[in-house]
């Protein structure tokens, strides 16, 4: 079972010796486009995130390996496309492989291409409900098939007495192998995050619901229902 730092009693340094240890970092973006506000929260986030490994370190060891979502080559080719994918989390890979940590290959690169191309399909919507219960499978099974690939690459390569970090984002399915001692890295500023998208969310889906109120006052127009989701 994971646990969260930050929410549980300081471990001591006994307690982590021998074994696997791996720490859980959520990936969150904030792309050009998002608010100034957001960017802001994001911005302390990642900043959080160096600390509390920093932290974690020094208790337990230093980073021996570290595995990224997305990524299916390691080293310094694994680098280059993580730049391109993701600035923070890459500025602290970055430091960390220039200090000789591993960086591994996590994916395999044609089944995560597949899985994020059947979740972009379920974002678009369908009029037909056998069409959005196919995808939907496919998406299923993929996505079961790339969190075990996540798993065994983890539990091959990560050795006894070594600590990992591995990047990826929140609610995912990968399950550790039970050797393996997983800690969620939850800075304060995540906590944020979340509440600044859950008043974003909520603000929106009361002016659909307006939306919605209105165009029901106007069902002589022809219109045809939305599509199912």
């Not at 091959?156 to 070594?162: A, I, P």
Request: hydrophobic share 35%; proline share 3%; charged share 35%.
């Amino acid at each position: 079972m994971a646990e969260e730092l930050g929410k549980i009693e300081k471990p001591t340094v006994e307690s982590f010796r021998g074994g696997r240890k791996i720490f859980v970092i959520p990936l969150v973006f904030a792309g050009d486009e998002a608010p100034q506000e957001y960017r802001e929260k994001c911005d302390r986030y990642w900043r959080q995130v160096v600390e509390q490994i920093a932290g974690q370190e020094s208790r337990v060891g230093k980073t021996a390996r570290v595995y990224h979502e997305s990524i299916a080559i390691g080293g310094e080719d694994g680098l280059k496309v993580m730049e391109r994918w993701n600035q923070q989390s890459y500025q602290i890979v970055k430091e960390k492989v220039g200090g000789g940590v591993v960086l591994e290959a996590t994916e395999l690169a044609g089944l995560a291409d597949e899985c994020m191309d059947w979740e972009r399909c379920l974002m678009l919507g369908f009029f037909s409900r056998k069409v959005a219960d196919t995808i939907a499978e496919n998406y299923r099974i993929s996505s079961k098939e790339r969190y075990e690939y996540i798993s065994r690459r983890i539990g091959e390569s990560l050795q006894t007495g070594e600590v990992a970090l591995l990047f990826i984002r929140e609610g995912h399915a990968v399950q550790f192998p039970a050797d393996i001692d997983v800690f969620m890295v939850a800075p304060p500023a995540l906590d944020e995050i979340h509440r600044w998208l859950r008043d974003r969310r909520q603000a929106a889906e009361e002016g659909q619901e307006f939306d919605e109120h209105e165009g029901h006052e106007h069902t002589d127009n022809g219109e045809r229902d939305k599509p199912a989701k």
